[in-house]
T-cell receptor
Framework: AQSVTQLDSHVSVSEGTPVLLRCNYS??????LFWYVQHPNKGLQLLLK??????LVKGINGFEAEFKKSETSFHLTKPSAHMSDAAEYFC??????????????FGKGTTLSVSS | NAGVTQTPKFQVLKTGQSMTLQCAQD?????MSWYRQDPGMGLRLIHY???????DQGEVPNGYNVSRSTTEDFPLRLLSAAPSQTSVYFC????????????????FGPGTRLTVT
């Protein structure tokens, strides 16, 4: 069965310092992986996706993630945090569902706090 | 394009009442789905549809019905609301499932916040 584990429920950083949000996945086949961001009282926005092309994926707002098959990880990073990065982040794996559909399996989320 | 739209944005129901959450997309996406978001649980799939006239259950389908009479619309019905259905509901759509369905980005609506008392 496919699943996603976000290793930290809450991460706190100072503005200008690096961000690391950790995600491990399990999948019986080569997965498609995504990171979504949700700002308070807002919908979900796609940050980046991995679909078996380059293992280092660049997304919006300076975020990137590296797919490491040997470690079954897809950690999200950003070199320098900005106050506007404060939000909840979801690591997501896309799976077949009931042989006909595609479903997104969400991690439980990591809340990123950024202090000045 | 308006993308994925959902109505209403907020709703309060009494236990036992019924209602329909509306979802529409104008991107001609074949694939549509409903998720619920609960604190500490991430999002969980309720129902999905791979095209007009075709629906199927997700992870947490009990208490919800769906139908897909057109490509654009995918309403979610609560037949008899229960407090356990208090949640934020998101509708999503994506391109055709195609050969590599897993790679397609899903576009999310803004959500409906439902409270059942």
């Amino acid at each position: 069965a496919q699943s996603v584990t976000q290793l930290d429920s809450h991460v706190s950083v100072s503005e200008g310092t690096p961000v690391l949000l950790r995600c491990n996945y399990s999948s019986s086949y080569s997965p498609s992986l995504f990171w979504y961001v949700q700002h308070p009282n807002k919908g979900l926005q796609l940050l980046l996706k991995y679909t078996s092309a380059a293992t280092l994926v660049k997304g919006i707002n300076g975020f990137e993630a590296e797919f490491k098959k040997s470690e079954t990880s897809f950690h999200l990073t950003k070199p320098s945090a900005h106050m506007s990065d404060a939000a909840e982040y979801f690591c997501v794996v896309s799976v077949r569902f009931n042989q006909a559909g595609t479903a997104l399996i969400f991690g439980k989320g990591t809340t990123l706090s950024v202090s000045s | 394009n308006a993308g994925v739209t959902q109505t209403p944005k907020f709703q309060v129901l009494k236990t036992g009442q019924s209602m329909t959450l509306q979802c529409a997309q104008d991107m001609n996406h074949e694939y549509m789905s409903w998720y619920r978001q609960d604190p500490g649980m991430g999002l969980r799939l309720i129902h999905y549809s791979v095209g007009a006239g075709i629906t199927d259950q997700g992870e947490v389908p009990n208490g919800y019905n769906v139908s897909r009479s057109t490509t654009e619309d995918f309403p979610l019905r609560l037949l008899s609301a229960a407090p356990s259905q208090t949640s934020v509901y998101f509708c999503a759509s994506s391109y055709s499932r195609g050969i590599f369905p897993n790679s397609y980005e899903q576009y999310f609506g803004p959500g409906t916040r439902l409270t059942v008392t």
